[in-house]
């Protein structure tokens, strides 16, 4: 089982939600877990009757929320603790140090630091990661209609005295209003298509599922993107 971490306090719902998606289009067992202070999952995911805890099923991924810890999670589900998770890939979205600490994301194969260039978006997710006591490896995953050196110098410097080793290489999402309807088009509709996203914001999405899988799959993401985009 592969743990992925979705780490910031800029919003990550669907961002994480479509990347899920594409795994399950690969037949990759996905569970979702949201830990965010927010939980908008609990918002734009259709639940029947949702309680303080509950896991969901919406599009093939299984949707977790209101739990404090994988083990948590497991007792919900009535498996020993010592029992691993039946799924291939877990992704958590955090935007606090509590789960960050919780659900173990120091030991994640993939962590990735999600973040739009205003100051909230920026310190609230710094401020996840204020504890740590080793240094962690994270991906720059960056929103914004036109990354700027500048920006990116900013962030940096807030980041001055973080332990983290950030990767050489960052993913970058345009903030495009296209996105945001077919986004908004999507949730209204309580679905996840493809079809009115960018190019570009569809290659960011086959980059990061191509880098979680861990292996050459870029023609397979791509057509699992296509088979989404196709509603098939």
């Known amino acids: 089982m592969k743990k ?122 710094l401020e996840v990661l204020s504890g740590l006591k080793r240094p962690i490896h994270l991906t720059k995953v960056l929103f914004s209609v036109d990354v700027s050196q500048e920006e990116d110098d900013y962030l940096n410097y807030l980041a001055l005295g973080y332990k983290i080793d950030w990767n050489d290489y960052k993913v970058y999402f345009p903030i495009d209003i296209e996105d945001f309807e077919a986004i908004n088009n999507n949730q209204r509709a309580s679905k996840i298509s493809f079809r009115n996203l960018t190019i570009p914001y569809k290659d960011s999405l086959t980059y990061i599922a191509n880098e979680i899988l861990g292996e050459s799959n870029d023609s397979k993401v791509r057509k699992a993107v296509k088979i989404i985009e196709r509603g098939v």
């Open 4 to 125: 992925v971490g979705f780490i910031g306090g800029y919003d990550k719902t669907d961002l994480i939600l479509y990347i899920a998606k594409i795994m399950t289009v690969l037949k990759q067992k996905v569970l979702v877990v949201d830990t965010t202070i927010t939980q908008k999952s609990r918002y734009i995911v259709p639940a029947m009757a949702p309680t303080l805890k509950y896991i969901t099923t919406f599009e093939d991924i299984d949707i977790a929320c209101g739990f404090t810890d994988l083990e948590d999670l497991k007792h919900y589900i009535g498996i020993p603790e010592e029992q691993e998770l039946d799924y291939d890939l877990v992704l958590v979205d955090t935007d606090n140090l509590e789960s960050f600490e919780s659900y173990g994301l120091e030991g994640a194969n993939n962590n990735y630091f999600v973040t739009a260039f205003d100051n909230y978006s920026l310190k609230k997710g």
